[in-house]
């Protein structure tokens, strides 16, 4: 049941990670405009952070649910500050969309962290 849950943490992280390097591509470097440099900066710097959390979950599981939690707090964090305080998102479902996912993950990160295969493998397909 722990590769399925790993599983489903990598598609949404592998998800994220290519939306926001797709950005990056195709609308250059820093091409959130309409925010201050400071959220840009780290919207851009996302796609790469959330790729590396998904390698670390597969390869070290306890390192990548630490960096799994801290890119959703994050995300959850700035993408509020974004909406409620600076007005620059035109809606909230995606923001209640990784409220929901960050609660997810952080129910399955305790559950994780304390399984079996965490303590024993550094592989999740083993």
Not at 42 to 48: E, I, N, R, V
Not at 64 to 91: H, P, Q, R, T
């Amino acid at each position: 049941m722990d590769k399925f849950v790993v599983f489903l943490l990598c598609l949404y992280l592998t998800f994220s990670g290519v939306i926001h390097i797709y950005d990056n591509i195709i609308d250059g470097f820093l091409p959130y405009n309409f925010a201050p440099g400071w959220l840009n900066a780290y919207w851009s710097a996302l796609g790469l952070f959330s790729l590396l959390a998904v390698y670390l979950l597969i390869t070290h599981r306890r390192s990548g649910i630490v960096l799994m939690i801290y890119i959703l707090l994050s995300k959850v964090a700035f993408n509020s500050y974004a909406y409620y305080v600076l007005d620059v998102l035109e809606s909230s479902r995606l923001l209640q969309w990784q409220t929901l996912l960050l609660g997810f993950s952080i129910g399955v990160s305790i559950w994780l962290w304390n399984s079996q295969k965490a303590r024993h493998s550094r592989h999740i397909f083993r």
